[in-house]
């Protein structure tokens, strides 16, 4: 982190932001992104007790150039456990400035790297 970024950089093929969601869903997760290149992401989710490789996914495309907000459906049901954020980092850096998650019914979760 610099500066009150978070600057994703891959060392593998599928490099990611975990976190653990503490609610369930559905829900909408937003964050807010820059990258040089652009690409395709996906926004995962790990309900408590499932092998990773059962995970469910919601698809999302990062454009290229200046910052910009993404927002992805979560239709899943029930705790989410963990959250991934996937982001295109393999071959650039990924910027984050925040990522906010928002259920259905619930509180809100935010992680703030920037304060504007």
């Known amino acids: 982190m610099k500066q009150g ?4 950089v891959g060392t593998g093929d599928s490099p990611f932001l975990g976190i653990g969601a503490g609610t369930q869903g559905p829900a909408v997760v937003t964050f807010r992104a820059r ?8 926004v995962e989710w790990i309900p408590p007790g499932t092998d990773p490789d059962q995970a469910k996914s919601a698809s999302f495309t990062l454009k290229p150039g200046d910052w910009q907000t993404v927002t992805t459906a979560i239709p899943a049901p029930g705790p989410f456990g963990i959250l991934r954020v996937h982001l295109p980092a393999q071959n650039q850096s990924v910027e984050i400035d925040w ?18």
């Open 35 to 42: 990258c040089a290149q652009g690409g395709q992401g996906k």
């Open 99 to 116: 990522i906010e998650l928002k259920p259905n019914s619930g509180k809100p979760r935010r992680w703030d790297f920037q304060k504007h």
């Open 5 to 8: 970024i978070v600057t994703v």
